[in-house]
Nanobody, 123 residues
Framework: QVQLVESGGGTVQAGGSLRLSCVAS????????MGWFRQAPGKEREFVAAISWSGSNTYYADSVKGRFTISRDNRKNTVYLQMNSLKPEDTAVYYC????????????????WGQGTQVTVSS
């Protein structure tokens, strides 16, 4: 079965950095677009970043543009999210997702989801 397993979350001070990883199995990774979403307590899940199957196209939410970088290694079935200049408002559970999306920002366009990894940014 398809599995997406995130890692790399943790607690960091404001201004710090974290790198999230998501390893996929049970699917032909190189044919799927990948996305990162996050959900803070009491809020809806929101789009963070997405990358096309080849890695040639990347997309970001305005709130993270210039601070976060999404990348992928199709040889390792892994997608990454490098997060720099973290802010307290970045605190959330971060999820990776795989899908053959048309609208990369919509969680409904993704077929598979990981269990999430907690990111906490202290002020």
């Amino acid at each position: 079965q398809v599995q997406l397993v995130e890692s790399g979350g943790g607690t960091v001070q404001a201004g710090g950095s974290l790198r999230l990883s998501c390893v996929a199995s049970g699917l032909t990774f190189s044919t799927y677009g990948m996305g990162w979403f996050r959900q803070a307590p009491g809020k809806e899940r929101e789009f963070v970043a997405a990358i096309s199957w080849s890695g040639s196209n990347t997309y970001y939410a305005d709130s993270v543009k210039g601070r976060f970088t999404i990348s992928r290694d199709n040889r390792k079935n892994t997608v990454y999210l490098q997060m720099n200049s973290l802010k307290p408002e970045d605190t959330a559970v971060y999820y990776c997702a795989a899908g053959d999306y048309n609208n990369y920002w919509s969680p409904h366009e993704y077929d598979y989801w990981g269990q999430g990894t907690q990111v906490t940014v202290s002020s």
